[in-house]
């Protein structure tokens, strides 16, 4: 890896760690919440079509999935673009010893 993408992946792993924390205070208040609705009532009507609807973590579940394919299929877009743009950003970074040719030449 390249070392500008060094401070770029610290950044990222903090998001990821900051992210990770948020689970046990979310968990909480949703179960202090789901309390506090439950101690005032303790009976909801049921809908007719409640077999229907998926279950929340069926929605996360899926939309995890649809996120993934979505990140997989825009990867492998953007690494064709960048494999076919590889002849000029690999001169133009001196990849490959020619921009150094064409320097030294002028």
């Known amino acids: 890896m390249s070392t500008i993408l060094e401070p770029v992946t ?11 924390s948020l689970k046990q205070p979310v968990s909480k208040a949703v179960g202090k919440a789901v309390d506090f ?3 005032r009532r303790s009976e909801f009507p049921t809908l007719p079509f409640a077999a229907k ?3 929340p973590g069926e929605v996360i579940d899926n939309q995890a999935k649809f996120a993934t394919k979505v ?9 064709a673009a ?3 743009a590889a002849p000029l950003t690999d001169q133009l970074l001196d990849r490959t010893g020619s921009a150094k040719a064409t320097v030294a030449a002028a």
């Open 10 to 20: 610290e950044i990222q792993d903090r998001i990821i760690d900051a992210i990770s």
């Open 37 to 39: 609705v439950t101690e």
């Open 53 to 55: 609807l998926p279950t």
């Open 71 to 79: 990140v997989s299929t825009s990867k492998t877009v953007a690494n």
């Open 82 to 84: 960048a494999k076919a």
